[in-house]
């Protein structure tokens, strides 16, 4: 065992501290409405929650009265696009998070919006909901903030982590010390029986970029294992998406994955291109439509039903 090993785990700052999702970049947030600068300069029409939303119904996975949970809601941003445009199909919706001045926050954002949200305070890593109790669970984000045991030795692991790993025969760093997303792989293992889908994004450490961008993929690890994410009062990691994946195929669910830039449904226009390979703007709006592209080109989203 490496005598560096230890468990990052973000509770205290979220039960505790005031969160402020403008300094982590948040997808969510940066198109949280079509005015955002972020949104205009990609020519985005419709808040984030909605196109989370059209993306699901593509997929069959908003059916008419589905009960919907979402965890981890930071300011409320996708819930309100998500039963603003979609939420005649929605019947009842919950939000469940560990911060309860987020939670306050989100029962306001929410307060006006139909159908009404159920808002709970409640830790990720003890959920407290029964098998079969959802249609469809949202994770957007909040994954790379659960639990992460650091600096393991492939070679030396603990009894408990050797078991998961040879359970769902995950795949493991052949030398060197590594990250293990352990709370994303647990509450993958919960979703399997909470829900009958999930949809799940995050920053992850093996992403996929998209056919029509092969650009994208300069310079970007694409099998890698996850990385430290350092933000104001606590660290985030990358997610290993293809743990996730053979958990849940391991409790015999269907598992599709993508770049998150499909959910969004960006039509990339050429000078995209030339903006973030040649690393240069000479507008605002390029600079941010490099910045995005640079950050988002990291996500994926992961469907289990
Ligand atoms: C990075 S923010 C993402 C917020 C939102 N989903 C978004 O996409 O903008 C992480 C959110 O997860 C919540 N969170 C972090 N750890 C949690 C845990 N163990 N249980 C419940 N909520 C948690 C935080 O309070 C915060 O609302």
Redesign the pocket.
């Given at each position: 065992m490496s005598l560096f090993m230890h468990l990052n785990s973000?509770?205290t700052y979220?039960a505790r501290f005031p969160?402020d999702?403008m300094t982590?970049c948040?997808?969510?947030?940066t198109l949280?409405h079509p005015g955002t600068p972020t949104a205009r300069a990609l020519g985005i029409t419709r808040p984030?929650g909605a196109l989370v939303g059209d993306f699901l119904r593509s997929k069959g996975l908003l059916a008419p009265g589905c009960r919907v949970l979402?965890?981890?809601?930071?300011?409320g941003?996708?819930m309100e696009g998500l039963l603003r445009h979609h939420g005649d199909v929605v019947g009842r919706a919950f939000m469940?998070?560990?911060?309860p001045r987020?939670v306050t926050r989100q029962r306001e954002r929410l307060s006006g919006v139909s159908p009404r949200a159920l808002h709970v305070m409640?830790?990720?890593?003890e959920l407290p909901f029964r098998g079969g109790a959802f249609d469809l669970v949202?994770?957007?984000?909040?994954a790379?903030?659960?639990?992460t045991i650091v600096g393991v030795d492939a070679s030396a692991m603990p009894g408990d982590l050797s078991s998961i790993v040879e359970k769902y025969g995950l795949e493991t760093p052949t030398s060197g010390p590594f990250a293990f997303n352990l709370?994303a792989v647990r509450l993958v293992e919960e979703l399997c029986v909470l829900s009958g889908a999930v949809f799940l994004?995050e920053h992850s450490s093996d992403p996929v970029v998209p056919a029509s961008m092969p650009y994208l993929a300069t310079g970007l690890a694409v099998d890698s294992f996850p990385r430290r994410i350092p933000l104001s009062g606590h660290d985030?990691y990358t997610v290993r998406f293809s743990h996730l994946e053979k958990v849940a195929r391991s409790h015999g669910r269907t598992v599709h994955t993508g770049p998150l830039i499909e959910v969004l449904g960006l039509e990339p226009r050429p000078s995209w291109r030339f903006i973030f390979t040649a690393k240069a703007c000479s507008t605002e709006e390029q600079a941010l439509i490099g910045e995005f592209l640079d950050h988002v080109r990291e996500y994926r989203w992961l469907l289990i039903s």
């Open positions: 973000t509770k979220h969160v999702l982590e948040t997808v969510c947030e949280a984030y979402e965890l981890g809601c930071g300011y941003s996708l469940a998070d560990l911060s987020l409640a830790d990720i890593h949202i994770v957007n984000e909040v790379g903030d659960l639990d709370g994004s985030e």
